[in-house]
């Protein structure tokens, strides 16, 4: 089992910024890729950032050259640095952590969500 706490969200204006964290607690031995997905209201989940164990991150094209995903294995914490933001950018995010353990297979782990809102 493991858990996430998300932290760093909030109100910013237009062209702000926010920085978001993520810290995983329990079996964290078994996590690999851990990312940030976020929900607008009345849409659907998607992904914005993800990186894996190596370093090597990928990025929604809406996020590309504005956010900035890294990750603290000695602390088990993943951080989304969010700068330029824009009304659109407002949502729930989420931190997701891919699991894999020879005795469970493969798995995923969500956080509770933290609100993001950017007002114009």
């Known amino acids: 089992q493991v858990q996430l706490v998300e932290s760093g969200g909030g109100l910013v204006q237009a062209g702000g910024s926010l920085r978001l964290s993520c810290a995983a607690s329990?079996?964290?031995?078994?996590?690999?890729?851990m990312g940030w997905y976020r929900q607008p209201p009345g849409k659907e989940r998607e992904l914005v950032a993800r990186i894996n164990s190596g370093g090597g991150a990928d990025y929604a094209d809406s996020a590309k050259g504005r956010f900035s995903i890294s990750r603290d294995s000695a602390k088990n914490t993943v951080y989304l640095q969010m700068n330029s933001l824009k009304p659109e950018d407002t949502a729930v995010y989420y931190c997701?952590?891919?699991?894999?353990?020879?005795?469970?297979?493969?798995?995923?782990?969500w956080g509770q969500g933290t609100q993001g809102t950017v007002s114009s």
């Open positions: 329990g079996d964290t031995a078994c996590i690999s890729t």
């Open positions: 997701n952590a891919g699991l894999f353990s020879r005795r469970s297979g493969s798995g995923s782990s």
